[in-house]
């Protein structure tokens, strides 16, 4: 294995041979026509058929030479090289691999259609999805239209939004409530206490309050107290616009977060 990576590098070091021109951003990469066919039939049909076929060149202008270069490593020999983008050498997608050129690669590879590499860059990208990184990604995957990408993004936002009722949280009542000695029209507000009681503003309401357990399915978390970066990003309309429309199909109109006043 380690001799076949040597080989494929070598390959890729080989700039005298590259017979193809590949136009970036901020300058051009060359490569070798025999591995952009074997890799892409878009890229075959273009360099054999097209309007590259008399001198083999293909336009990336929409990305910089370091995502082609990033892209072409990963092609040739399925690795990746810190050195090239700043910083070791190593075998696979790492965790630490910067997103800028993950997305990048990955908009090549949809572009294109290099199946091994849209699979993988896919993979890396739902592995690097967190709060802080949702924005970007999700955005990504709806642009490019990587339908495996966008429902992780998504499942990622449900679950994210799966928070425990705790002490100071505020739910709203989604039907009408009558347990526990309780008359809670449906809509109406709450706060948890202390002893996960749930005691509802302005409702008419009798009694000692409603216990989370009992009515857990019967409530929507509008605030708690535990960090929900995705909700809060969307409440706060900071997220890209693609973004906002595919999660308001998931939670609705954007409205302010509900804040803790103090006396």
């Known amino acids: ?16 041979t590259k017979d193809v021109d ?3 951003e901020d300058g051009t990469l060359r490569a070798h026509a025999c591995m952009l066919c074997a890799a892409s039939d878009a890229m075959r049909g273009m360099l054999r058929h097209g309007l590259a076929a008399d001198r083999p060149r293909l336009s990336w202008r929409e990305h910089p030479v370091e995502v082609g270069r990033f892209f072409l490593r990963l092609l040739y020999t399925g690795t990746v090289n810190e050195e090239e983008w700043g910083s070791g050498d190593t075998e696979c997608l790492s965790e630490e691999t910067p997103l800028r050129l993950l997305l990048g690669g990955l908009a090549i590879a949809k572009m294109y259609q290099v199946p091994h590499l849209l699979h993988a860059l896919t993979e890396a990208l739902k592995r690097r999805l967190d709060d802080r990184t949702f924005n970007d990604v999700y ?3 709806i642009k490019l ?4 990408l966008r429902l992780h993004c998504l499942r990622y936002a449900e679950k994210s939004d799966a928070k425990d009722i705790v002490e100071g949280a505020r739910v709203r009542a989604l039907q009408h409530i009558t347990v526990q000695n309780a008359d809670v029209p449906e809509g109406s507000i709450g706060r948890v206490n202390a002893n996960r009681v749930i005691l509802w503003d302005d409702t008419g309401s009798i009694g000692y309050g409603t216990d989370v357990e009992m009515v857990k399915d019967m409530v929507q978390l509008e605030y708690s107290p535990q960090s929900n970066g995705v909700r809060d990003m969307f409440m706060s309309k900071d997220l890209a616009p693609e973004v906002m429309f595919e999660l308001a199909a998931l939670w609705g109109t954007p409205e302010p977060t509900a804040r803790r006043r103090t006396l």
């Open 1 to 16: 294995m380690e001799a076949l990576e040597a080989l494929l590098e070598k390959l890729l070091q080989d700039e005298e």
């Open 22 to 24: 590949i136009e970036m």
């Open 139 to 141: 955005s990504g995957a």
């Open 145 to 148: 239209d990587v339908t495996a």
